[in-house]
């Protein structure tokens, strides 16, 4: 008898620890599943059963380079969840009706869960554009922060997200100026991260651009500076003035050429500004870390943040 009480209670252990264990264990096999038939298509040898099948002038037999890797993400973009729990995205990652994954997830409380390889593709992005890119999917890699976009970013999820910031940068060597957040592809559709996402202090670390306060502070509008300085010539050929703009550039960094064009410097940042309205807003999000005022409209200083970014992103 006592062997046999202690035969169930080993078994109702077993039990307990399969109840227990990874709740994920049944997506996790899917996800090997694909990797493996993914494997299984990359490792074909170029056209080697297909050419003899196609309308294309191929030479007599195939050949495959020796010079070849991996394609390596350029960007990490950045989301808020827009959810209730960690549980939640993991849960909504993991359905095959949502289309939606990221590459990683990050909970409030700082524990990281990586759920696809780097290389693969997720689909977090959507439908954007920075600069010229406009898949940001298929170059990037995507980052949800657990949070509802109404509430603070805790410091420990905000620890964490750096040390994969670093990770990521030291792994890939992704420029600094291509950690953006998906409120920046996406202008008018996405607001993610929200304005108390801290753009600043990860711009400290390396990981996106910010502004200098300092240089701000020093920053004129032409009328000013001129009307300081009246070093200004008016009264001159046209092409020798667009000679003299392109100077004032370089002679006078800190001054805001009247025909300073707000859409093509937030083009030049990265903004897709088909509509400009959206990608206003965006920036102010972004940049001036604004909630309740996304009125689509720059006062002075706000010029000034904008025509400094511009100009560190020439």
């Given at each position: ?176 100026e291509n950690f953006i957040g998906h409120l920046d592809i996406a202008p008018g ?106 009125d689509g409209i720059l006062n002075a200083e706000e010029i000034k943040i904008l ?8």
């Amino acid at each position: 008898m006592y062997y046999y009480r202690k035969f169930l209670i080993l078994v109702g252990l077993g039990l307990m620890i399969s109840c227990s264990s990874n709740p994920y264990r049944t997506t996790n096999k899917v996800y090997t599943k694909k990797a493996k038939a993914y494997a299984k298509e990359l490792s074909k040898f170029p056209l080697e059963e297909t050419q003899n099948d196609s309308a294309l002038n191929y030479g007599e037999y195939p050949v495959g380079t020796t010079n070849f890797n991996l394609r390596r993400p350029n960007f990490v973009v950045i989301h808020h969840t827009a959810q209730d729990s960690t549980t939640q995205t993991l849960n909504t990652f993991t359905i095959p009706k949502t289309q939606v994954s990221s590459h990683y997830v990050i909970g409030d409380d700082g524990e990281v869960f990586h759920m696809l390889n780097n290389y693969y593709r997720a689909w977090h992005g959507g439908i954007g554009q920075w600069g010229h890119t406009t898949d940001l999917n298929s170059s990037s890699i995507g980052i949800e922060l657990d949070n509802n976009g109404k509430e603070p970013f805790s410091e420990a999820q905000i620890s964490s997200l750096l040390d994969v910031l670093k990770q990521l940068k030291e792994d890939y060597k992704i420029p600094a100026e291509n950690f953006i957040g998906h409120l920046d592809i996406a202008p008018g559709r996405k607001v993610d991260p929200s304005a108390d996402f801290p753009w600043e202090r990860l711009a400290e670390e390396g990981y996106g651009i910010w502004y200098d306060e300092e240089a701000i502070e020093n920053i004129q509008f032409e009328n000013e500076f001129f009307k300081e300085n009246p070093l200004k010539i008016d009264n001159i050929d046209p092409i020798f003035k667009q000679r003299i703009a392109l100077l004032d550039r370089y002679i006078f960094p800190n001054v805001i050429p009247a025909n300073f064009d707000i859409a093509e410097a937030l083009r030049i940042i990265g903004y897709n500004i088909d509509d400009l309205d959206a990608a206003i807003k965006s920036f102010q999000i972004h940049f001036l870390q604004e909630k309740d005022h996304l009125d689509g409209i720059l006062n002075a200083e706000e010029i000034k943040i904008l025509y400094n970014l511009y100009r560190k992103s020439l």
